[in-house]
């Protein structure tokens, strides 16, 4: 099942919200970090299934809330959000106060209708989702595999060139490249990352040349 992938970057942050599609028009939303409005317009026309997240920042899920109360009353039927590993609840539960810290308006704080576990299998859009746990960013951090369309949604695990930031106070660098390296490097080279932020990149190119890595 041939999969469509838009990428709409939200808030002064810039983080990637990706909304994927298949053809028959279903649709799910990963980490929709504000202008849920917008967002809900990007995705006119599709029947959105789920909303998932890959951590708790503000700038991932803060707008996971308004967009599922939009896409719920559009379509006449819940569109459940999935969250990351339960151990990130304590900061998805402060979104608000995060926000009023940043100055940024307009995301809300959200309690999944469910947590991921690692190594669950979701099924969307005819393919497999594989969550895979990978900590270090934040502590209940996932990464969405989809090994059919040779994709990663990597929220802010690895990046072009760089990785996630590791420098708040449950953050742990160890943890993180460990995490890229056992669960990102195994897969096939040609498998394209789509980052939290910035552009995308494969699995190959940061294996080979992210300097993160080259030691």
Same mark, same amino acid.
């Given at each position: ?21 298949? /053809? ?11 202008? +849920? @409005? ?18 708790? %920042? ?26 990351? =590993? ?29 947590? +991921? +576990?690692?190594?669950?299998?979701? #099924?969307?859009?005819? %393919?497999?989702?594989?969550?895979? %746990? ?6 209940? %951090? ?5 090994? /059919?369309?040779? =994709? @990663? ?9 760089? @990785?996630?930031?590791?420098? #708040? ?17 195994? =897969?096939?080279?040609?498998?394209? @990352? ?22």
């Amino acid at each position: 099942m041939k999969l469509t992938l838009r990428k709409v970057t939200v808030t002064p942050i810039r983080q990637n919200c990706t909304i994927l599609s298949d /053809q028959m028009g279903r649709a799910i939303v990963v980490d929709p970090g504000g202008e +849920s @409005v917008r967002l809900a317009r990007e995705a006119e026309g599709l029947h959105v299934e789920a909303i998932l997240l890959t951590h708790g %920042h503000l700038d991932h899920a803060g707008g996971a809330a308004d967009l599922k109360k939009l896409l719920t009353d559009r379509q006449g039927g819940d569109v459940p959000v999935i969250g990351p =590993l339960r151990e990130d609840l304590f900061l998805l539960s402060r979104i608000e106060q995060q926000a009023a810290a940043f100055g940024l308006d307009g995301m809300k704080s959200v309690t999944p209708d469910r947590f +991921s +576990s690692d190594g669950d299998i979701l #099924f969307f859009l005819g %393919h497999d989702i594989e969550v895979a %746990h990978v900590p270090g960013h934040t502590p209940g %951090h996932v990464v969405f595999i989809l090994r /059919q369309a040779g =994709l @990663v949604i990597a929220g802010d695990t690895l990046f072009r060139g760089t @990785v996630g930031r590791t420098d #708040f106070p449950y953050g742990n660098e160890r943890q993180l490249l460990e995490g890229i390296r056992s669960r990102l490097f195994t =897969l096939p080279a040609d498998t394209i @990352v789509l980052p939290g932020h910035g552009l995308p990149t494969t699995i190959g190119e940061e294996r080979q040349h992210n300097p993160a890595f080259q030691h």
